[in-house]
């Protein structure tokens, strides 16, 4: 994912793109793919008439081929930012928004210091929305998720952290890997930072610049 397409110049190096990423070359494959998902998904429903449990199964393995095409797609398709100040309180309760729509059974969201940060508003909701689907899984059962932010005057940022209250880390799987590192570089684009932590009962910050 990057935030504007070049061509690669001189001899390539191993972390060059050897391909410059063409927006109505994706749009195509990304069109073919969802005709083929569609047929798909209609010889399943054909399969789970006739046969229950494995048209359950089938239904279940094109879900998952379907939301590890959408990751694949965001992982390579070129992104352009535009952002704008943002009441900080708006980028809390969106991201705790997420949260709730990905399975957390209770969010409580602490007081959000007065201040606006800067953010893409559409790049910052999907970045969310990968995070949360992330782990989304793990957090049923789990105890309250708590967002608590933080105005770092010093640095001039805004740190929102997300603790899960006795939770066990998420499993390590590729979705999840790979809608982590979307949502990271999401964030990046905006000028911010997220970092994870390995203590259980955190899952990671969210930073991002206060807007001037």
């Known amino acids: 994912m990057q935030g504007t397409a ?15 990423v063409r927006q109505d070359v994706l749009n195509d494959v990304e069109h073919a793919v969802g005709n083929l998902l569609q047929r798909m998904h209609h ?20 879900e998952e081929l379907e939301s590890l095409l959408d990751l694949l797609f965001d992982y390579v398709s070129p992104v352009d930012v535009l952002v704008r100040a943002t009441d900080a ?15 957390a059974a209770e969010v409580v969201l ?30 049923q059962g789990a105890g309250p ?17 997300v603790e899960i209250g006795g939770a066990m880390p998420p499993a390590a ?9 979307v949502a990271a570089r999401l964030i990046e684009l905006q000028g ?3 970092r994870t932590r390995p203590r259980a009962e955190c899952l990671c910050q ?5 807007a001037g």
């Open 6 to 20: 070049q061509l690669p110049s001189g001899e390539p190096r191993p972390d060059e793109q050897l391909v410059a």
């Open 43 to 62: 010889a399943a429903r054909g399969v789970r008439a006739e046969l229950a449990v494995p048209g359950e199964r089938l239904q279940g393995a094109l």
């Open 89 to 103: 309180t708006r980028v809390a309760e969106s991201l705790a928004a997420q949260l709730r729509a990905q399975g």
């Open 110 to 139: 602490a007081a959000v210091p007065p201040v606006s940060v800067l953010a893409d508003a559409r790049a910052l909701s999907r970045s969310f929305q990968l995070l949360a689907r992330a782990c989304g899984r793990e957090w």
């Open 145 to 161: 998720v708590t967002i608590q932010a933080r105005h770092d005057a010093a640095a001039d940022r805004v740190e929102l952290s």
């Open 173 to 181: 799987t590729a979705q999840a890997a790979l809608a982590g590192a």
């Open 192 to 194: 911010g930072e997220m």
């Open 206 to 210: 969210v930073i991002l610049p206060v």
